[in-house]
């Protein structure tokens, strides 16, 4: 009897997946960075990175680099990888958040509305915007498009949620339905508008729905870069609430979570992150769908790691996704939309095959 | 103490709560019974602040529950709800430790996990501490949730205050021995000092384990006395709609309700 005098025993501390996959997605985070950055028609090695930035930060006198390489890595590669690593940690940890909201592993940061929401405003500036531009101040015009993306769809999460919310509380599943219902408004919308767009239009319309990271310039992510960052990093702090949530929203209440305002949250800075991500390289599926299923198969469902993990691994794969694009039909550049969406789908069907009785609702 | 004073609520323009009142103290094990749709669920959704009243008060320790922080009522008392579901592939072990969450940043994470072990061991799921929730039996499930709730008040706060359980038809689910042991925990948590509201539809659980049982009908408390007094035959046969019997047979410490003679056996039958 002296187990019980002395307490239950306390299980032994094992290394948790936890504890080994969240250094594991960093790896891969830091791994697709640097193949994004040194992979492609100019060859740099990890160490010729090391040293060209040293030697910008001036901790290096002279880096054994040749200009191109200087030149590809500064004005091209860094920018480009940097706002891949900040896209595919906003969508993945963007979808991680809503699945846990919604209670739905087929929750996407697409479905309540952000992303076709973006995609309107922004085919509506390619094509209607040659008449709205006149009269709007000079500096504004190259930021039009990003911008009007940004609130077309955070204006859409806004609608959505407005159709949802009666009395003060907000159902997740009329959410969803709505959500639904709005993409198909707006798909009908963009068909419209793609009905309407010339020649160029049409292919400005067709490259931006289909997402590139190409057109990244330090210039362009100095302003949107906090606003995929911000919203992101607030996420992480959601976890313990979305852990709570999980079993429904009044038992979420009884633990002691403010259930309506954490909703507001966690929606509004998933509109904030997908929207911004949207406005600066178009719509990119799957990752915010795949990246969380992943992480709950390789470390487990836990929202405190499943939210950091899906942002490391969603910049790793989008990273990785973009090399790809890039360098697969040399010299011409694939649409990255395509290329998540050929691997994504397929893959998310075998998951689905995989596990269909843990899915079942 | 955790108490409702004259509540009133309606619900989509039906009242539910139409005046009701009740109380519960420290070391309390109350057993709430009455028909279907008498108002069970809301009064302990409104004793829980799950609903807020539109009329009346529900406090806490004397302070008003609106008053209190959230967080701070969730470590004071927990609800075990009907029928709760996981999403995603969660393990036992991690259900029950949901019920440490409001307790994040106010105790320490060894202290967290002894908790969680204890309570498991409490309610017997200990073996299935590494089972997907989602495998589990309907039975299992629930010992899971009473484990989470026990955990989540599982150490009264400092102030010397007692914790409570407020628990919606807790033996839905168990079988028979598992409804007792279930009862019995109950009981222990009663008698070290908490308070515990149980809705039951066994009147006979009620008044084996109960130190009182309040009768509900029509959003009111109608009765509110122990076991002996609160079970009359008279009463019982007119809430319910249904004759019965109290007896009492040699051995049982409680009285023993049963459906009258005229309502069941053969004839009832025909």
Redesign the interface.
Known sequence: MTAAAD?????RRRISPAGLGLPACGLAAVGGFLLAVGHGAVQIAPGEVAAILGEQLGLIANADVTRAQETVLLAIRLPRAVLGLLVGAGLAVAGAALQ?LF???LADPGLIGVSNGAALAAAATIVLGGAGVLGLPAWLVPHLLPISAFAGGVAATWLVYLIASREGTTDVAVMLLAGVALNAIVAAGIGLLIFLSNDQELRDLNFWLLGSLGGATWDRLAVSAPLILAPTLLLIAQG?RL??L???E??A??????VERTKRTIVLLAAMAVGAAVALTGVIGFIGLVVPHLI?LLI???HRTLLPASILLGAALLLAADVLARTLALPAELPIGILTSTVGGPFFLWLLLRQR??WA? | MLAACDVRLTRGGRPVLAGASLALGPGDLVAVIGPNGAGKSSLLQVLSRALVPDRGEVTLDGRALADWHRAEIARRRAVLPQAPNVVFPFRVRDVVALGRSPHAGVSDRLSDRRVVESAMAETGVTHLADRLYATLSGGERQRVHLARVLAQVWVPPDDGSACYLLLDEPTNNLDLAHQHELLRQAHRFAASGGGVLAILHDPNLAAAYADRIAIVRDGQVVVDAAPETALQPATLSEVFGLPVEVIRPDGFARPLIVPAPATVGANALK
């Open positions: 307490g239950p025993r306390v299980g846990g209670r739905n592993p313990r852990n709570a999980l079993l429904g009044v038992e209440g009884h633990l002691g979570v403010a709950r487990g469902p836990d009785t843990q609702i």
